[in-house]
């Protein structure tokens, strides 16, 4: 969308900005179609500069920017008071100090200080932590609990279980009880509750 802005209308704001993004997905990305489009688009912002390249320069020295990115998909960022907007957020500021806040559904939402220097470009990326998923579980006492071939401890939970999104194998066994067993998919910050009901075997228990 910069690069687009640049041919539009060749600010020295938005060729800067747009070379910046680009060499920041370049880091950032190793191989693919993607990057082979990226280099493409650097190498034609490059060789094509602002119509003054001095002004530019001169430009530059006395803009100050932040270029403010997350890479989880769907993220938004709060640039102060202002309305939360799609990753990457980027804005020309006065120098000093700013809040920043990375917010999306399933991830512990990150706020962060960027402080912004005169005649400088700012570039920050926030990555977000997911948030587990809880597992309750309720059986009878004594039955050990196994997460992935795992043995996790026994029921009853004290509390509910905090597991990584994705799926799951649960598994629960007594003496004397056939294996209770489900497999779970459970999503980012989700609640899940499962009741374990076991069914006696025939075998007689010594």
């Given at each position: 969308?910069?690069?687009?802005?640049?041919?539009i209308?060749?600010?020295?704001?938005?060729?800067?900005?747009?070379?910046?993004?680009?060499?920041?997905?370049?880091?950032?990305?190793?191989?693919?179609?993607?990057?082979?489009?990226?280099?493409?688009?650097?190498?034609?912002?490059?060789?094509?500069?602002?119509?003054?390249?001095?002004?530019?320069?001169?430009?530059?020295?006395?803009?100050?920017?932040?270029?403010?990115?997350?890479?989880?998909?769907?993220?938004?960022?709060?640039?102060?008071?202002?309305?939360?907007?799609?990753?990457?957020?980027?804005?020309?500021?006065?120098?000093?100090?700013?809040?920043?806040?990375?917010?999306?559904?399933?991830?512990?939402?990150q706020?962060?200080?960027?402080?912004?220097?005169?005649?400088?470009?700012?570039?920050?990326?926030?990555?977000?932590?997911?948030?587990?998923?809880?597992?309750?579980?309720?059986?009878?006492?004594?039955?050990v609990?196994?997460?992935?071939?795992?043995?996790?401890?026994?029921?009853?939970?004290?509390?509910?279980?905090?597991?990584?999104?994705?799926?799951?194998?649960?598994?629960?066994?007594?003496?004397?009880?056939?294996?209770?067993?489900?497999?779970?998919?459970?999503?980012?910050?989700?609640?899940?509750?499962?009741?374990?009901?076991?069914?006696?075997?025939?075998?007689?228990?010594?």
């Open positions: 969308a910069l690069r687009r802005q640049y041919a209308s060749r600010s020295p704001l938005a060729h800067a900005t747009a070379t910046a993004l680009l060499m920041r997905f370049l880091r950032q990305v190793k191989k693919g179609k993607r990057r082979v489009d990226a280099g493409t688009a650097l190498g034609e912002l490059r060789s094509n500069p602002p119509p003054d390249s001095h002004k530019e320069e001169d430009v530059a020295k006395k803009l100050t920017r932040l270029l403010i990115t997350c890479p989880t998909r769907d993220a938004e960022i709060t640039f102060g008071a202002e309305k939360a907007v799609k990753s990457p957020l980027i804005r020309q500021v006065k120098p000093g100090k700013y809040q920043v806040k990375v917010t999306a559904a399933g991830y512990t939402t706020t962060r200080e960027v402080t912004a220097v005169l005649g400088g470009l700012r570039a920050l990326e926030l990555v977000l932590e997911a948030k587990p998923a809880k597992l309750a579980l309720a059986g009878a006492g004594g039955s609990l196994f997460v992935d071939d795992r043995a996790v401890g026994r029921l009853p939970l004290r509390a509910p279980l905090p597991l990584p999104a994705g799926d799951h194998f649960i598994a629960v066994t007594r003496n004397g009880y056939s294996p209770f067993v489900r497999h779970v998919d459970l999503e980012r910050g989700s609640d899940k509750s499962i009741k374990v009901a076991l069914e006696p075997t025939r075998q007689r228990t010594l």
